[in-house]
């Protein structure tokens, strides 16, 4: 298996439970990133690590909490979402972190996550 | 403040060409990515400019005029699976990338 993983696919939840997103990597790459991306709105960057050493939290509410226990498995822990918080949800890696040159960001499928 | 902007959806014909336009107003510049997105799929990689020109691959060609803040991306000899959203991304010059809202590309046969 190559490429960007992430499980579930898809998640319903209510805004009471608690889940957590998968991302798993097999490029051998060093940074990994979550996306939130909005029907007709820009890709949002939420968390960025960096041999595993978050680097960038881009003011996102603490209901949301990341993990990164090795440079190739990435985690999304959710806690009390609220409805505007579905949209699909992005893994990404890349050889290092910011890119170089024309090393572009990998991407998973997603997971589109469903609030009730 | 940083801002990427590109047409919302555009149609058009299986066989023909399309151009897909993008504009940025950015701290600094290090390079223009083009992706494509299906429905329910990830984003894939389809081309980046760093200096001013056309990159040209296969039936698609991606622009960039560093001086106008302009770039696009030329689909050829379209094909139904043409069919996605085309998401233009610059990275600035803390090496961030700033994304568009994307272009829904619909082609009727």
């Known amino acids: 298996e190559t490429g960007v993983t992430q499980t579930p696919r898809h998640l319903v939840m209510g805004m009471t439970n608690k889940k957590s997103l998968k991302c798993e990597q097999h490029l051998g790459h060093n940074a990994m990133y979550w996306y939130k991306q909005s029907a007709k709105k820009p890709l949002e960057l939420m968390f960025v690590?960096?041999?595993?050493?978050?680097?960038e939290n881009n003011s996102v509410p603490s209901r949301f909490s990341p993990e990164c226990p090795n440079s190739s498995h990435l985690f999304l822990h959710l806690h009390t979402l609220q409805p505007e918080d579905s949209a699909l949800y992005l893994c990404?890696?890349?050889?290092?972190?910011?890119?170089?040159?024309?090393?572009?960001?990998?991407f998973g499928n997603g997971t589109r996550l469903t609030v009730t | 403040g940083q801002n990427i902007d590109q047409p919302t959806e555009m149609t058009a014909t299986e066989g023909a060409i399309v151009q897909i336009n993008c504009t940025y107003q950015t701290s600094g510049f290090n390079g223009l990515f083009w992706y494509q997105q299906h429905a329910g799929e990830a984003p894939t990689f389809l081309s980046y400019n760093v200096l001013d020109g056309l990159e040209e691959k296969g039936r698609f060609s991606s622009f960039l005029s560093r001086s106008k803040g302009y770039s696009y991306l030329l689909l050829k000899e379209l094909q139904m699976k043409d069919s996605a959203s085309y998401l233009c991304?610059?990275?600035?010059?803390?090496?961030?990338?700033?994304w568009g809202a994307g272009t829904k590309l619909i082609i009727k046969p």
């Open positions: 990404a890696s890349s050889q290092v972190l910011g890119g170089q040159g024309r090393s572009p960001l990998h």
């Open positions: 690590y960096s041999l595993e050493e978050r680097v």
């Open positions: 991304a610059v990275r600035d010059s803390n090496y961030q990338l700033i």
